[in-house]
Every structure is written in structure tokens, then in C-alpha cells.
Nanobody, 125 residues
Framework: VQLQASGGGLVQTGGSLRLSCATF????????VGWFRRSPGKEREFVGA????????RYADSVKGRFTISRDYANNAVDLQMNNLKPEDTAVYYC???????????????????WGQGTLVTVSS
């Protein structure tokens, strides 16, 4: 499955952005879709994921309560709504898709088969 991540940009502290991970894959709702990010000098880290058709979501503690992942069935996409953004949220954000990931592995980069190209989010202080 080919993924296209979009929606990044420059925002002030406390602002919001909505990222989208879209695909032409008709069975996208059957995939686990995860969002990860990489800040300068750091490893790629887990942000959150949505589990197949159940819609269950899981988030990193650092974004819990501020970020929300949801499926956009009309546009065959998975969105990441980011509110109350902080400078430490500055990173390139990537979406990944997996057929085999489960609740215990969604936070692991090697659980994902395909990745989007990344979209840059910059939060100014």
C-alpha cells in the first residue's frame, strides 16, 4: 500500500494542525495505521495508532489528551488531529501501515510494512 502524508506546517505554541495519511488502497480500513515522528538528532518515535476496523486507538504518553487519530472513510485516510502543540512536537511525522501489527506491537517501527514520505511540523515558541 502506498501512503501519502500531508498537512504539516508552521504553527505557534498552543495551535493545532491536522495531518492526513491517504492511500488508494481500498482495504485501508483493514490495516493498522500508526503515526510516528522523528525530531532532529532523535530516533523515530511512536505517536499513536488506530487498530483496523475496531477503531481502537493507542497513544504515546507525551501526546495523550492532545492528539487524536481517526479514520476518514470518505477520503480513504487516517487523520492525526494535533491540538495544544508544543515546541517539542516539532518533527517530521510519518504514517505507517501494517496488516500484522496488534495491540502489543503497534508502537514498534518494525511492525509496519509501508511508510509514507513524512510531513514536517514546526511549532514555534
Amino acid at each position: 500500500v502506498q501512503l501519502q502524508a500531508s498537512g504539516g506546517g508552521l504553527v505557534q505554541t498552543g495551535g493545532s494542525l491536522r495531518l492526513s495519511c491517504a492511500t488508494f488502497e481500498r482495504t485501508f480500513s483493514s490495516y493498522v495505521v500508526g503515526w510516528f515522528r522523528r525530531s532532529p538528532g532523535k530516533e523515530r518515535e511512536f505517536v499513536g495508532a488506530i487498530i483496523r476496523r475496531s477503531g481502537n486507538t493507542r497513544y504515546a504518553d507525551s501526546v495523550k489528551g492532545r492528539f487524536t487519530i481517526s479514520r476518514d472513510y470518505a477520503n480513504n485516510a487516517v487523520d492525526l488531529q494535533m491540538n495544544n502543540l508544543k515546541p517539542e512536537d516539532t518533527a517530521v511525522y510519518y504514517c505507517g501501515a501494517s496488516r500484522g501489527a496488534d495491540w502489543s506491537s503497534v508502537g514498534l517501527t518494525n511492525a509496519y510494512d509501508q511508510w509514507g514520505q513524512g510531513t514536517l511540523v514546526t511549532v514555534s515558541s
